[in-house]
């Protein structure tokens, strides 16, 4: 039996997305954001409402970092998620986060958030949707396997439980994308 809950937002798994952007004056923000993820090839969304800091930042600076909330930074990201850098202009600072120009686009990288995907605004739709091209992806070493590849456990990336308000540590492998379903004949 199943149980209806009509119209929900409920999606499994929402990454918890850190959206970095500098402002006109060069300080940085960063926004919690659960409601985004790929949208092309090569490109990223984030729903973002137009009173935000982040969107005006976003608007004028032309980039944005997204970059992914983990089980070692909950506190922080969540942080930046309930603060309004209209209100508290140095929410990055009190979160305790510190931050690198990005190399590619006029956006900061979280130096404790390991992974970034550096971006340029391509368009706001008129829905709120901002569409960015990756233009570069980086992570920190600590993150990386033998192989150089970035290493989903040692991310630690958290989800959002939209429903519970929750958020949900990163599971175990349970197996293998385009690969595992061939064992059907």
């Known amino acids: ?5 009509g119209a929900k937002t409920w999606l499994y798994p929402m ?65 930046v998620g309930i603060v309004s850098a209209n209100d508290v202009p140095n929410k990055v600072e009190k979160a305790g986060f ?17 992974f970034s995907v550096e971006c340029k605004l391509i368009k706001f739709n008129e829905d709120g949707i901002c569409i960015g091209e990756i233009v570069n992806v980086s992570a920190d070493e600590s993150i990386l396997d033998a192989n150089g590849k970035v290493d989903a456990k040692k991310l630690n990336p958290i989800i959002y439980d939209g429903a519970t308000h929750a958020y949900w540590s990163f599971g175990e492998k349970v197996g293998q994308a385009f690969s595992d379903g061939k064992k059907i004949k």
């Open 1 to 5: 039996m199943r149980k209806n809950f």
């Open 15 to 79: 990454p918890v997305m850190i959206i970095g952007t500098y402002d006109e004056n060069g300080v940085p923000n960063a926004m919690n954001a659960a409601w985004g993820g790929v949208y092309d090839t090569n490109q990223v969304m984030v729903c973002l409402a137009d009173d935000h800091k982040t969107t005006k930042n976003i608007k004028k600076s032309g980039a944005f970092t997204v970059s992914f909330a983990t089980a070692q930074t909950v506190v922080p990201c969540d942080y």
């Open 98 to 114: 510190h931050v690198s120009k990005s190399e590619y686009v006029n956006a900061p990288i979280i130096n404790e958030l390991p």
